[in-house]
Each structure stands twice: as C-alpha cells, then as structure tokens.
C-alpha cells in the first residue's frame, strides 16, 4: 500500500515538475520529495486559479459546455456597456475565442444619458482595439425615445440596445448575440416577473440560452448565467480589469 502511495504520489508530481527532476529528488531525499508534491500540489492549484479565474467562474466554462453556447466558426457579438459584467464577460471569452474556434465582435451602446457616458464608451473601444476585435459604437438618445413612443427610460434602452445589436448582426454576419447576465440578475428578473403576475413563466427569466431572432435561429447566450455578482466583482479585482458602474441603475434586460 506504502509503495501504491508513493508511486501516485510521483505519477503527479511527475506531470507538473518533469520525470526526471522526480527521480532525482526522490533518490537523493524522499523527505524533500514529499515536501515538493505538495507545493507542487499549491502551485497548480493557483494556476488553475489564475487561468480559470477561481473554482467559482469554472461554472462559466461547464456552463458553455452543458447548454452548447459555442461552436467552431460561430461569429458572437458581446455588448458590452463597460460595467464589470459585460468587462468580465469580453475578458473571458477572448481568453478562449481561439480554443473555441469562434470570432469576437464588440457593441458599445451609448444612451445619452450621463456625462460619464462618453468615457465609458472610449474605454471599451479601447479595450476592444487592445484585443484586436471589431468595434462599433451606437449612439442613441434614449429619453427621446422614450418620450416619442411612451415607455418607460427601461424599456427603451432594452429596445435600443436590441435594434442596435440588430443592425450589427446585419453588418458582421452575426450567429450569437452574449450578454453579461449572471446569476442574480436572472433572479431577480424571475422574482420581478411573477409579482408582475406572470406565473412559472417567470421562472424561466433569463434562460442560460435563447433564441435572439426566430427569421435566422440566431442565438442568445448568457455564460455568466450560473455565477453570482460577487463572483464577477471577484474576477474582475483579480484580472485587474477596470470597470464603471452605471448611476441610474438601469434593470438587467429581460
């Protein structure tokens, strides 16, 4: 049993540190070599964690996996508004654009709504040219539209955002649309659709996948689907990426 022990032992440590770098140590010191497997053991655990970004945001990539939201040759359009959601989400995938065979395009919406409004959108072009991804920035007065076709500020900004993502897949050939909502948005969003007396069809608020536009099948995906807000915060803190928080706290878009 003591020489199965050991021979797993060297079998992983193997693996990280190289065969023959284990054979030396375990000839000259089995005491060192023990100590090695288990900072060998530390080490490939914080880069499992740098890479992946801690255990939690692994459910990202199972996520992608289990419901299918990626194919090779997909063309994914990301909206990203430059709050930490949409700034992890463009983070994430780009990491892994080339290992899913897929191509990156980025949407920037402007409302028109807030002085800060015009740094955000200079941030994430910048961000989208520091990748080397496509970018296009819309620019729309969302009060006047709401005030033109009587909605709520809410409820236009979901139709803007909609038409302009629209008109992005139409010029980039566009076959998934990927938005930033996690976990507590999709709970929220359900909890607000029942009280709203919609039933168990308000569970479904959200689904992790969609269809986006029924005329080509094209899709809607929400990789962050199954990690919370703080989990993003997290990421975001731990990768360095900067972020803006939007002031007048616009609802997630259902």
Excluded at 128 to 156: I, N
Excluded at 229 to 250: F, M, P, S, W
């Amino acid at each position: 049993e003591e020489r199965k022990f050991v021979y797993c032992l060297f079998v992983v440590l193997a693996r990280v540190c190289g065969i023959n770098y284990c054979l030396f140590c375990y000839v000259v010191s089995p005491t060192f070599f023990f100590y090695l497997f288990f900072v060998s053991v530390i080490i490939k655990y914080y880069r499992f964690h740098r890479i992946n970004g801690g255990m939690a945001l692994r459910q990202v990539w199972d996520a992608i996996t289990q419901f299918h939201m990626l194919h090779e040759g997909d063309r994914v359009l990301i909206g990203v508004s430059g709050g930490p959601d949409s700034v992890a989400l463009l983070h994430l995938l780009h990491k892994r654009a080339a290992q899913y065979g897929i191509s990156l395009y980025v949407v920037h919406v402007h409302h028109m709504l807030r002085p800060e409004a015009d740094e955000e959108a200079q941030y994430v072009e910048t961000l989208a040219e520091q990748y080397g991804l496509p970018f296009r920035l819309y620019k729309v007065d969302v009060a006047e539209y709401a005030e033109l076709h009587k909605v709520s500020l809410e409820q236009a900004g979901h139709e803007v955002r909609f038409r302009c993502f629209q008109d992005a897949k139409s010029l980039w050939g566009i076959n998934k649309l990927a938005l930033g909502h996690h976990r507590d948005d999709r709970a929220e969003s359900a909890l607000l659709h029942i009280v709203q007396g919609c039933g168990l069809d308000g569970l479904c608020a959200m689904p992790p996948i969609d269809i986006w536009d029924e005329a080509d099948r094209s899709m809607l995906i929400r990789p962050l689907a199954r990690v919370s807000k703080a989990d993003v915060l997290t990421y975001c803190a731990e990768q360095q990426l900067r972020y803006y928080i939007d002031g007048t706290n616009l609802k997630p878009d259902c």
